[in-house]
């Protein structure tokens, strides 16, 4: 509501302005210009109802998880093009504590349609997903139920009222079209009997959520729950996958790719003989991505990149492959991640075994050179270095001494430098070279933060 406030404050803001031009003349009460405009009579009502649950011993209880916590949520969610608003509450004094309660909008009133009740200690995310595509969003809630406990309902609203599809234990889900029948599915990372880690593929048939097959994942939910991640993406091929990442103690990365293979869900990656997956590697904060914008998933696969100064093995050069249906991988790009300033930089593969590292830092700033690796006794040179900058007066120390500027955020600008050795190696860039193969971190959103 909030942000509508703010909108109509916009609208009273153009008004005005519009009101400045020509000969038009308007005559304002100067008390009037001190006046918020007033919400619409639904929302009005709509929030004197929300008070009237809150007075009655009710509290605010957000979604703790996901990418939906505000208590109130604005939703269309049966398709007429009218908002419906879902409120979150518990209320300790009830047999089933937590509840969402729905309100559909009527013309100009908000009316309570329905409730959905909960046991457990909070409510832990909410999702809406279309999932049988009938122009009606389903709710995906997760329940925290224990201190390692969540469970997961699907509801349909019904015209009789919300009715439960599903309902299991969870670590995390995936929801995605994954056999291409513009049917969404429901895949569920949850512990198995004897405690290894399994995925249930869930497709929607004669109007409920039934289970397809039980596929096993290389990780325990321990692994997959702290760092881990769901991530959809592509292979090769143009098939969709979810891609599966846990983390061991923070120290290695285990991916599994889930996908349809013969009609049923399938683990591409995972070895017939062993069975666990051929993708592990070290940790180094990074997850499936499409890293070059092909549209397709790369998973990343940290490798050896030797320091100039012997100060050990950094893996940080990151080898980017993505994988076909029978899980064959293909290395597409090869980048240095410097993940402690927030930029990665794409490595020709001509500079591969022919380049050394080192990063060092000062007052506010941070920088990283790259070197020529000497042979026959010579000495390493240095031929690019890049540097983070911060602080006061970075706009000029970021262009001091041949810097160039290659991006600018609000507190930091990010610098580069070519080197005397880059003009005489075989192998050097370009300014705009150097600006086309650099490119910053970015977090995104992710199916599985619920």
């Given amino acids: 509501m909030r942000r509508r406030l703010w909108q109509l404050a916009a609208v009273l803001a153009l008004m005005l302005a519009l009101a400045g031009c020509g000969d038009m003349k308007v005559t304002f009460n100067p008390q009037e210009l001190y006046s918020l405009p007033e ?20 509290e605010y209880a957000a979604p703790v998880a996901g990418s939906n916590v505000q208590p109130v949520q604005m939703l269309d969610l049966d398709g007429d093009g009218q908002e419906e608003a879902l409120a979150f509450f518990r209320n300790a004094a009830d047999e089933k504590p937590l509840k969402i309660c729905i309100f559909t909008g009527s013309g100009e009133t908000y009316q309570q349609t329905a ?4 046991s457990g200690t909070a409510i832990y995310s909410i999702a809406y997903h279309d999932i049988d595509n009938d122009g009606r969003t389903e709710l995906l809630v997760g329940w925290r139920v224990g201190t390692e406990l969540q469970a997961l309902s699907v509801y349909a609203l019904r015209a009789g009222g919300p009715e439960e599809l599903l309902r299991t234990d969870y670590v995390k889900y995936g929801v995605t079209d994954l056999d291409q029948d513009q049917l969404r599915e429901l895949v569920v990372l949850r512990s198995m009997d004897g405690g290894s880690g399994g995925a249930e ?3 929607y048939q004669d109007g409920t959520l039934k289970l397809r097959n039980v596929v096993r994942v290389s990780m325990t939910m321990a692994e997959l729950s702290q760092q881990g991640r769901v ?46 997956t051929s ?19 790369e998973v990343p696969r940290p490798a050896f990149l030797p320091a ?40 020709p593969e001509a500079w591969f075994d022919k380049i050394l590292v080192s990063r060092s830092t000062g007052q506010d700033e941070a920088s990283v050179t790259f070197y020529i690796r000497g042979g026959n006794g010579q000495s390493p040179e240095p ?19 041949g810097r160039f500027i290659l991006v ?31 490119s910053l971190i970015t977090a995104e959103w992710t199916a599985g933060d619920n």
């Fill in 39 to 58: 919400l619409p009579a639904k929302y009005t009502q709509l929030n004197a109802q929300i008070n009237e649950i809150l007075t009655a011993g009710a």
């Fill in 115 to 118: 409730v959905i009740e909960g």
């Fill in 201 to 203: 593929y869930y497709t």
């Fill in 231 to 276: 991530t959809q993406g592509t292979l090769r091929g143009g098939e969709p996958a979810l891609f599966i990442t846990g983390v061991v103690e923070s120290a290695q990365a285990i991916t599994d790719i889930l996908a349809i293979r013969n009609g049923d869900l399938a683990n591409v990656v995972i070895s017939s003989s062993t069975g666990v």
């Fill in 279 to 297: 993708e592990v590697a070290m940790f180094r904060s990074l997850y499936p991505t499409d890293i070059n914008g092909d549209g397709l998933t």
């Fill in 308 to 347: 100039w100064d012997d100060a050990g093995d950094l893996y940080q050069r990151i080898e980017w492959n993505n994988y076909d249906i029978t899980g064959k991988a293909q290395c597409v790009l090869s980048t240095y991640h410097d993940i402690e300033d927030g930029w990665y930089f794409q490595l």
């Fill in 383 to 401: 031929f690019l270095r890049i540097s983070t900058v911060t602080g006061s007066g970075r706009e000029t120390r970021a262009v001091r001494n």
């Fill in 408 to 438: 600018r955020k609000a507190e930091t600008i990010y610098a580069a430098e070519l080197l005397e050795a880059n003009a005489g190696w075989a192998y050097g860039m370009t300014e705009d070279e150097v600006r086309a193969a650099f």
